[in-house]
């Protein structure tokens, strides 16, 4: 099982991107969710945090400027990105446990999925 994060590129400073994390199966569901960053030569960054009961969780560098939310699809999670700065320049990576909920040859399967990774998308802002 893995995410599928997409909407990264490239942006000039003060540009905005929204970055999607979907899990598979449009019956899903996505729990507790992580966005996190990794920069060239730097350690991996917890970006924001979405728990099932909504509650929010944003590092310092971003706060007021990301913003993380779910879609009106419950297996969809944003991550709204505003102000860029050259700083944010990463790949981004969501995680999360998932109510996994697909169907294969006309039989649904049913499991929770924990620590579910993306492959990552990348996120250049340019000066």
């Known amino acids: 099982v893995r995410l599928q994060a997409s909407g990264g590129g490239l942006v000039q400073a003060g540009g905005s991107l929204r970055l999607s994390c979907v899990a598979p199966g449009t019956m899903s569901g996505i729990l507790d969710i992580n966005w996190y960053r990794q920069a060239p030569g730097k350690q991996r960054e917890l970006v924001a945090q979405?728990?099932?009961?909504?509650?929010?969780n944003y590092a310092d560098s971003v706060k007021g400027r990301f913003t993380i939310s779910r879609a009106g699809a419950k297996n969809t999670v944003y991550l709204q990105m505003n102000s860029l700065r050259p700083e944010d320049t990463a790949v981004y990576f969501c995680?999360?446990?998932?109510?996994?909920?697909?169907?294969?040859?006309?039989?649904?399967?049913?499991?929770?999925?924990?620590?579910?990774w993306g492959q990552g998308t990348q996120v250049t802002v340019s000066s």
């Open positions: 979405l728990t099932t009961g909504d509650s929010t």
């Open positions: 995680n999360a446990d998932v109510d996994l909920l697909v169907q294969r040859e006309g039989t649904w399967y049913a499991s929770k999925e924990y620590d579910v």
